[in-house]
């Protein structure tokens, strides 16, 4: 959390956060991922809301959901019962939801009553506000655009860092499903991508976040589809001037998802 003076007016600007979530189970099994984001979440301050951006909500055209409350969705197969169990029952804020709707042109974001918290956002709130007493909603991708657009998106959504909602990207700088190692070994495939993206992080470089071509044939089998690493670019494109980067996880789950998690305050 940065304080800063405005005309004389003290202002709290909330964290930024990208978390790389990896598989559910982490959630709720023992693991020092799960440990990390505890830890995390009880240094951060309280928001008056999170913004969630998930990997697992696209749509076409981009919605904002604004139910009161939004619903633990189980969106994904395969997994004990126990998982299937959680619930995070945070509520849901359309005040904030229509206040995001309100910084672009009419029509630009529509609203979505229906949609709830998917895995992406509960898997993580649940170690970093583990009593859900703070409202989330959520953010969609939206299909149509492309990475330059999704920025310029996200740019304004910076402002609500300055009306206490704290924004959080989740996702995987590296996803690839296909290609899991249950023994953790990790390609170098891997590890080029994700210090390609730690180096422009680190340099501010926003046009070799958008373009991660430039990384070479490894950005195509790191991110095979985009929109695990689509929330990363939402958290830099609201990063601010004095905010400082700190990287809480930086290493590989089951050989293909980067943990690497990224907080801008």
Known sequence: MTQ??????????????FIGHGNPMLAITSNPYREAWQ?????????????????HWQTVGTQVCVSKHPNTLHDFGGFPSELFEQQYAAPGTPEFAQLTQSLFPAGKISANADWGLDHGAWCILQSLFPKADVPVFQLSLDLNLDFSAHFKLARQ?????????????????????????????TADWARDFDQYVKSALENSDDEALMHIERAG????????????????????????????LHF???????????MRSVLYS
């Not at 089998?221 to 830099?236: G, K, M, Q, R, V």
């Not at 809480?248 to 980067?258: A, H, I, K, Q």
């Open 248 to 258: 809480m996880t930086e290493s590989f789950d089951l050989g293909t998802l980067s």
């Open 157 to 185: 959504l910076a402002q609500l860092r300055n009306r206490d909602v704290m924004v959080i990207g989740s996702g995987n700088i590296v996803h690839n499903l296909a290609q899991l190692n249950m023994q953790g070994k």
């Open 39 to 55: 830890a995390l979440g009880a240094s951060l301050p309280q928001p008056k809301a999170i913004l969630c951006i998930s990997a």
């Open 4 to 17: 800063v003076s405005t005309n004389n007016k003290s202002i709290v600007r909330m964290p930024a956060l």
């Open 217 to 244: 044939p490894c950005a195509r089998i790191a991110a095979p589809s985009d929109e695990h690493y689509l929330p990363l670019l939402y958290i830099t494109a609201i990063r601010h001037s004095e905010d400082q």
